[in-house]
């Protein structure tokens, strides 16, 4: 990882601020994308001397473009896109309404589709580049999860295999990882009686962490995974 790099969007979360501290130890260049969070996101940056900020509405495709060409500018190369990014609304079927729906895809599946594309245009112009996108075992396995989050993060891993073969010509990879209940982040929105379900069925006993998580997803995206395309990996300890 040194020298590469990498943008993670969706940085200041859980899972998000885990990838960018693993990356950064590896030595990578770390860019990373928040909304909201600003005093989260400038503590990230500060723990990580020469990481940068970058504010981005994922609801807001005009804004979003604007924003990865100006940063295309004081980068020339981006050699790896982690999309982190996500939300998830805890609403059973009948009492969801449009806006709710529209509200998930335009940031779970819409915003990382359209972040991709423009990212993805500095991977082809150099001819490599490696894209890592994070699923969820909501969208692979029978779980008693928000239907509309469950969905978009299948969603991913959809995305993940037709990238893979359209973007094989120019030297780019295409990943997924797919992790379990985690400690934190979604895994604090869980019922107690589903987390004590899971670490039950899961063959070592425990929910994951952050960290095993980004070790995954730093491997997937460097040089020693260059034959692995295409495909979503399971960190979930086993269920």
């Known amino acids: 990882m040194k020298d590469k790099v990498v943008f993670v969007s969706g940085g200041t979360g859980y899972l998000g601020s885990a990838i960018c501290r693993v990356f950064h130890q590896y030595g990578a260049r770390v860019l990373f994308s928040y909304n909201r969070n600003e005093k989260e996101?400038?503590?990230l940056s500060e723990s990580m001397p020469g990481s940068t900020p970058v504010c981005i509405d994922f609801a807001n495709v005009s804004q979003m473009k604007q924003t990865i060409e100006k940063l295309y500018g004081s980068h020339s190369v981006?050699?790896?896109l982690v999309n982190n990014a996500a939300v998830a609304q805890i609403m059973p079927l009948p009492l969801i309404e449009?806006?709710?729906v529209d509200h998930v895809m335009d940031i779970n599946i819409k915003g990382n589709l359209f972040l991709t594309k423009y990212i993805v245009k500095g991977m082809i112009r150099n001819k490599k580049g490696s894209i890592v996108n994070l699923s969820s075992i909501a969208g692979v396995r029978i779980l008693d999860v928000p239907v509309t989050y469950a969905m978009?993060?299948?969603?991913?891993?959809?995305?993940t295999v037709a990238l893979a073969g359209e973007l094989k010509r120019f030297g780019i990879r295409v990943n997924s990882v797919i992790p379990g209940l985690l400690e934190g982040g979604v895994g604090d929105g869980v019922p107690e009686a589903l987390k004590k379900d899971f670490v039950e069925h899961c063959t070592?006993?425990?929910a994951g962490k952050a960290e095993e998580v980004a070790e995954v997803i730093c491997f997937l995206a460097g040089d020693k995974a260059s034959y692995v395309n295409g495909q979503s990996i399971?960190?979930?300890g086993g269920i």
């Not at 978009?152 to 995305?159: D, E, L, P, S």
């Open 78 to 80: 981006i050699d790896i």
């Open 152 to 159: 978009t993060k299948a969603a991913m891993n959809g995305m």
């Open 41 to 43: 996101a400038i503590s």
């Open 204 to 206: 070592l006993g425990r």
């Open 234 to 236: 399971c960190v979930d």
């Open 98 to 100: 449009e806006e709710d």
